[in-house]
């Protein structure tokens, strides 16, 4: 158990975790974030839009998107599934949408846990480096984080 501590305590630095409980079951959950034509109309921030060109749910699986911002710039993305645990848990490295560029790239682990009815959402990002993931803080990522968590409980709500 030591160990664990001193592993949650070396990576402080480096992450940003969003938990929230949503008023869904898991499988509906979990399948908001596997389904193309779901995703599509909720991840990301307000005022966000996406177009997705790929997204293969598996272990080596890539899903490349496209955000479109409010202010008219389009943020490619690629998503590289690492572990997929249906529906337990989702494992991916996200960056830009360039091949070969892993620069920026972070590692993201989901977890949905049952919670009666509702389901329990645990969303860690984590960072190579605390001056990565601070960058990515100053650029609003807390914020567009907790949006993105807030357009899938609206979403949700509709299902």
């Known amino acids: 158990m030591a160990g664990k501590n001193k592993d949650a305590a070396s990576t402080a ?3 940003i975790i ?8 898991r499988e509906l959950v979990f399948n908001a974030w596997i389904d193309p034509k ?6 990301g921030p307000r005022g966000f839009t996406n177009t997705v060109s790929e997204m293969d749910v598996r ?13 008219g710039v389009d943020y490619k993305n690629k998503i590289v599934y690492i572990e997929i645990v249906q529906p337990e848990r989702l494992v991916y490295s996200h960056g830009g ?7 920026g790239q972070f590692h993201v682990t989901v977890i949905f846990a049952e919670q009666g009815s509702k389901t329990r959402l645990t969303m860690r990002t984590l960072f190579e480096s605390a001056a990565e993931c601070e ?6 990522a807390v ?9 899938l409980e609206e979403f949700l709500a509709k299902a």
């Open 38 to 43: 779901h995703i599509a109309q909720w991840w």
């Open 143 to 151: 914020e567009g984080g907790n949006q993105t968590i807030d357009r």
């Open 59 to 71: 272990p080596g699986g890539v899903w490349r998107f496209v955000m479109h911002g409010p202010d």
């Open 13 to 15: 630095d480096r992450e």
């Open 18 to 25: 969003i938990t929230r409980v949503l008023d869904a079951p």
């Open 135 to 140: 960058k990515t803080k100053k650029f609003g």
């Open 97 to 103: 949408d360039e091949d070969g560029d892993d620069s």
